[in-house]
Every structure is written in structure tokens, then in C-alpha cells.
């Protein structure tokens, strides 16, 4: 029986908010580097960031990641307070423990130096620091000292074995053990601190703080050593921090745009990196060392790799999307693909080379409902009921902007270019990007397709009712079929490429109706699982593919041998919003913010 294996999976973004730290950690050999996004764990390639692996084992959203220092294992946690420790070897990722550690979010997570014990900081009205053997949870002391929840942790790495963490009470505690039990309390911070770490040899470790300020503490006792740039290290709060692999070089980034590396031993910067003028979105929230390579996040998603040598520009820039992907279109020579999610961020993928770009111009300003290509264009229509256009040449909106009456649905288009918008109370006629006709629809619009071989466009309505239009050249549509009630309100509609069929959702089911019979139900495909969102055809017309909120995908195929082809858990947790073929391989998105990539076998 054939079927369809996961070819490559392109990683969400980072999600940041502005202000606020984010951990993004690396593994031991500075090879990969990790970070929560949604209810997963995501392990991206720092030399080939479109090379992806993920962990699906938490329920609920996660929050943080961190190696064992031998590579062999991953701790990971989310917003309940639970950690989970799984294999990060194995492409199934076992789990080898997962237990609730703190009673609220896990925000911060570190390994001891011989693999042994985890401590994790975050939120909880008891304790919101914790020490523990991974392997059976048990406690390795009694470190409730914060009066605030705990932003960052981390252990000394040589022995006599040592805890630091940092706190939303201004606070950073150092703490001895184990048993571990507080040894000292450092007030010289007055605001948040953000993050702290051991150097690499323990000799030192570190705090930053929303105050601006990057301390340096001894490694044993918790004396200060120095105030890296005298007063202030930056110009605003300072988000996160990460040593270099030589342990006398330190990374910060900061609200202020710019990442800083100093000469810690010195007390000087030594370079800093701007990182662009956008507010908030090139604001840095986070940063990794990871052998060679020098990363910083911005809040905006961004992933920077920082050269030394070129420090106002960035050597690569890695993109993608943090929140919902609802549309996906190819361009016409299949080069390239256009993407577009909830916030109405639309990017550009160069899948050849894995460049992503950000479209230009004016584009949506909210969510984008559909998107549709024809030649050189791309149409789309958003909630904030306006229909606009991109020339795919130039990845570039241009001036269109034509305004719909009523909340757009769908989007269809004619083999000559005319553009059918359904909206939830008409439909919007546009061509050579004029308005042509605006018709009222009282029973309500949900989705429509045209036939360009009879110039019919079937539209389906509130009503459970596939409606069949003649759509002449004045721009008139005259109704000339209109079908029994289906079981259930659909969401979805399209007609194949060849126009020999046409594909109407129901609920969890898929009516294939034949547009020569009266648009007679000839087949009804009913083996998903919920509700069925969107389906997409290939351009053979030979294989139709169906997904909703259940996370799976169902392929249905019109050979000679009819064959229904199950994708489980395709996009795990999360609905599927959008299908794209290009041959025998599909592309999906969803909630997930993930591009998906499936390649029959």
C-alpha cells in the first residue's frame, strides 16, 4: 500500500515578546541549536537551518529546552511546571522521565556538569527554584529563597558543585550542595534579572537585567567582580546573555537592537552588532554560543548569525512564522512559494536554497483568509475585508487595495484572470483589478471554485446548498443548478483542474460531485476524524487531499486502484489550514506555523 513520508519540515520561528527573555540553548559539539515554540520542542541545524527535528511529548505549551552535556539527552519543560527528559539521539526521542517539578511555568532549565541533576526555574506558589536527579525526580535540596517568580538558573560545571539563579524579585541567589540550600543573597540589580550563567570553567558567572546592567560575580562565593561597561552594559534592559567557548568572552543582546561581545577579563566591549531600527521588531530577546557560531533572536522572530567581521550586518538571517500559516500559494514556475499566517506577515520561501524573505509594500494588516496565484500575481483577502495583489517578480504589493462590504471567506480565479471573492454576505466580482459586479448572497457565502471549461462558478452557502452560477462577460451571474441540503455546513469547495469533478466539504466528509450530471454526488470520502477544513487537488486531478483540526491529513487517489492514503499526526496538535501539490509531493500548514513537506513513497 503506498503512502507518504515526511520529506522536510521547516521550523516556526521563534515566539518572543518584546521585553521579555527567551531561551534559546545549544547542544554540547555547537551543532544544532533548540527552542520551544507551541506544544513542541524544535532542533534546528545551525549549517543547514531548513534540516529540522521536533519533539511532540508535552500537552501543553512548552517554554524551555536544554542539553545534557553529553549530547545524549534533552530536558524540556512547559507552562504546567512539568519537565520531560527524552532521548536526543533517536529520531523517535523516547522519554525516558517526565514529572511535575514546579506549580507553574518552567522558564529556565540547566544540566549539572555530570548528567546526573537538573535544576529549573520558573513560577509556583511554594517554590520556583528546584534541583532534582533526573532519572527519578527525587529533590537535591531546599532552595525556596525568591520572593518573585525565577527567570534563569544554572549550575557550575566544576566541582564543589554550585546553583545561581535570577529573579523578577531583583534578585540573584547562589546556592551550595547538594544537598543544595541557599549560601548567598545578591541584591545589585533593580529590576527584573533576565538570565544568569556559569562561565565554562566556574570561575565566574553572570546576570543580566532589565536595569541595563551585565554583572560579574566570582564563581565561588558570589563576591561582584566587575559592572561590564562601568555603569551600564547597555542602553536598555539587557534580555539574555551567553558565554564563548574559551569562557573569557561573553555574548549579551538587549532591547537597545544591539548584541555586545566583551572582553570580560578586560571590562570591554569589543564589538557591537546592530541589528536594524525597527521597534519593536528588531528589539534582541535572546542569544546562543554554540561553537562557532554566534546567534541572536530578535523579537520579531528572527534568527541572526553575527560576523565578527561585519558587525552592522548580519551574515544570515534565518525567517519564518511564529503564529498560524492560513495560506500557501507556488509561484508559476514552482521556484518558489508564498506563505502567509494569522498576523498577516507574508513570506517569500526559496526552497533551493532555503532563503526566506519578507514580502514588500503594503500588504495585510490582520489575518489573511486565502490566497490565489494567477501567472505572475498572487491575490489575497483578509479580515479587514480588503482585497490585495503581489507581483511575484518582485515579491513586492502593489498599490491594490480594493474593498470588500462584508468579512472575505475564499478567494477563486478564472483561467483569464478574473478574481471571485466570497464574502459572508456577497460576492465580489474583480476584474483587470476593478471591481466588475458585487452580488448580494442573503443565504450567506462560505467558499466558491470556477470552471473555466463552462465559465460556472459553484459556490457554497450557509444554507448547506452548493449553488451553480453562468458567469458572463458583463459580469452578471445567473444561477442555473442549485443542489439538495448537505448533512452538514462545509468550508471548502473546489472544482478540479481538469473540471471533471468537483470536491465539497461537509463536516468530516468530502461529497466528490460530477459537474456534467447536475453536479450528482458520485462518492462520498468519510474517513476523517473532524471536521474538514480546506482540500486541495493535484494539477492531474488524479489525487485529492483533505485536513482540518484533527492534525491529520487524508489522501484520496483516482486511479485505476482507488487508494486512501492516511498522513496521522501529520501536523501533531495543531489544525492544518492549507494544502499545496506540486506533483506527487504535498505541502502543508497550519496552526503549528510550520511548513510540511510529503513525499509519497
Not at 511546571?81 to 514546579?102: N, R
Not at 520558573?122 to 517568580?149: I, Y
Not at 531583583?170 to 534579572?193: A, M, Q
Not at 450557509?462 to 452538514?488: I, S
Request: aromatic fraction near 8%; glycine fraction near 8%; proline fraction near 4%.
Amino acid at each position: 500500500m503506498a503512502s507518504y513520508s515526511l520529506k522536510s519540515l521547516y521550523a516556526p520561528a521563534p515566539k518572543l515578546t518584546r521585553g521579555v527573555g527567551f531561551t534559546v540553548n545549544g547542544d554540547p559539539k555547537g551543532q544544532k541549536m533548540l527552542y520551544a515554540h507551541g506544544n513542541a520542542i524544535y532542533i534546528r541545524d545551525l549549517a543547514h537551518p531548513e534540516i529540522c527535528e521536533a519533539y511532540y511529548g508535552h500537552q501543553n505549551a512548552t517554554t524551555v529546552a536544554a542539553y545534557s552535556p553529553s549530547g545524549n539527552y534533552i530536558c524540556s519543560g512547559d507552562v504546567t511546571g512539568k519537565v520531560i527528559v527524552w532521548d536526543a539521539l533517536m529520531p523517535e526521542h523516547i522519554t525516558k522521565y517526565e514529572g511535575k517539578q514546579l506549580g507553574g511555568s518552567i522558564k529556565d532549565i540547566c544540566w549539572n556538569s555530570e548528567n546526573n541533576r537538573i535544576v529549573v526555574g520558573g513560577e509556583g506558589k511554594e517554590k520556583v527554584v528546584h534541583a532534582f536527579m533526573w532519572d527519578s525526580g527525587s529533590s537535591v535540596g531546599n532552595m525556596s529563597a525568591h520572593t518573585k517568580s525565577c527567570n534563569s538558573v544554572s549550575f557550575k560545571p566544576t566541582r564543589p558543585f554550585k546553583i545561581v539563579s535570577g529573579s523578577e524579585d531583583y534578585s540573584v541567589n547562589l546556592y551550595s550542595g547538594p544537598p543544595f540550600k541557599l549560601e548567598t543573597h545578591i541584591k545589585v540589580h533593580n529590576n527584573f534579572v533576565n538570565k544568569v550563567r556559569y562561565s565554562t570553567d566556574g570561575n565566574v558567572f553572570c546576570s543580566a537585567s532589565s536595569d541595563g546592567k551585565v554583572m560579574i560575580y566570582d564563581g565561588k562565593d558570589g563576591t561582584v567582580v566587575s559592572c561590564l561597561g562601568g555603569e551600564k552594559a547597555h542602553s536598555m534592559g539587557v534580555t539574555s546573555l551567553s558565554w564563548g567557548p574559551t569562557a573569557t568572552q561573553l555574548l549579551t543582546v538587549s532591547s537597545d537592537r544591539t548584541a555586545k561581545l566583551w572582553d570580560v577579563e578586560a571590562n570591554q566591549c569589543v564589538t557591537t552588532f546592530k541589528l536594524g531600527d525597527s521597534i519593536p521588531g528588531d528589539m534582541q530577546g535572546s542569544c546562543v554560543w554554540a561553537g562557532d557560531y554566534m546567534i541572536t533572536v530578535s523579537v520579531n522572530g528572527n534568527i541572526n548569525y553575527l560576523d565578527k567581521n561585519n558587525p552592522d550586518i548580519p551574515y544570515r538571517v534565518v525567517k519564518g512564522h511564529d503564529k498560524s500559516i492560513n495560506s500557501f500559494v507556488m509561484n508559476e514556475d514552482g521556484s518558489k512559494y508564498y506563505t502567509t499566517s494569522y498576523e498577516g506577515k507574508c513570506l517569500r520561501w526559496n526552497p533551493a536554497v532555503f532563503n526566506i524573505e519578507e514580502c514588500k509594500g503594503t500588504g495585510h494588516s490582520s489575518q489573511v483568509t486565502r490566497s490565489v496565484r494567477h501567472k505572475d500575481k498572487v491575490y489575497s483577502v483578509g479580515i479587514e475585508r480588503t482585497l490585495r495583489c503581489m507581483d511575484t517578480h518582485e515579491d513586492l504589493y502593489t498599490p491594490l487595495g480594493l474593498p470588500m462590504e462584508s468579512d472575505p471567506r475564499d478567494i477563486t480565479i478564472s483561467k483569464e484572470g478574473v478574481v471571485f471573492v466570497t464574502c459572508e454576505n456577497h460576492l465580489t466580482i474583480v476584474k483587470n483589478d476593478g471591481i466588475q459586479n458585487t452580488v448580494p448572497l442573503p443565504f450567506g457565502g462560505v467558499s466558491a471554485s470556477f470552471n473555466s471549461e463552462k465559465n460556472q462558478l459553484a459556490l457554497l452557502g450557509k444554507d448547506k446548498k452548493v449553488h451553480l452560477y453562468q458567469y458572463g462577460d458583463d459580469g452578471k451571474l445567473e444561477e442555473v443548478l442549485l443542489t439538495e441540503e448537505l448533512f452538514e455546513i462545509g468550508e471548502m469547495i473546489r472544482f478540479s483542474p481538469n473540471c471533471s469533478q468537483l470536491a465539497v466539504t461537509s463536516g468530516k466528509t468530502i461529497q466528490i460531485m460530477n459537474p456534467d450530471e447536475n453536479l450528482k454526488i458520485t462518492e462520498s470520502l468519510t474517513r476523517a476524524n473532524a471536521r474538514v477544513f480546506c482540500i486541495e487537488w493535484s494539477s492531474d486531478s488524479k489525487r485529492l487531499a483533505g485536513a482540518g483540526v484533527d492534525s491529520h491529513i487524508n489522501v484520496y487517489e483516482f486511479c485505476d486502484n482507488k487508494e486512501k492514503i492516511y498522513i496521522h499526526r501529520a501536523h501533531p496538535g495543531s489544525a492544518i489550514h492549507a494544502l499545496q501539490w506540486v506533483g506527487n509531493t504535498l505541502y502543508s500548514t497550519g496552526t503549528d506555523s510550520c511548513v510540511r513537506i510529503w513525499q509519497r513513497d
